[in-house]
């Protein structure tokens, strides 16, 4: 076993937890077979990236956790605030960020201690 199968089932399995979703529900929202999940949940076998993609994607994994283990992971309301972001078109972008830059502005204000 080498150590990306860990990553990859791990991640995996965390992320289909997570969501509450079984192994069949993944394997069908990917179009795949359950045993693959379930191989890639047990360390075994080597996805090809027509596997690996869409099941990246549809569990919601930073691929960092895959790839790159050893970089420190957002913190979780970063990350959750990152997924939520990639969700948005263009447009709901474009209307959030002034929103955003505000809340941002009133929170660092408030963090503020004034000098004396």
Known sequence: MSDYSRYLGDAVKRAREKMGLTQNEVAN????????????????GNPKMQVLYPLIRALKIDAREIFNPEMQLDAPAIRQLRLLIQDCTEEE???????????LDMVRNCNKTPIE
């Open 93 to 103: 972008a474009t209307a959030l960020l002034p929103v955003l830059q505000a809340a």
């Open 29 to 44: 929202a990917v179009d795949i077979d359950a045993r693959t999940v379930l191989n890639i949940e047990n360390y075994k």
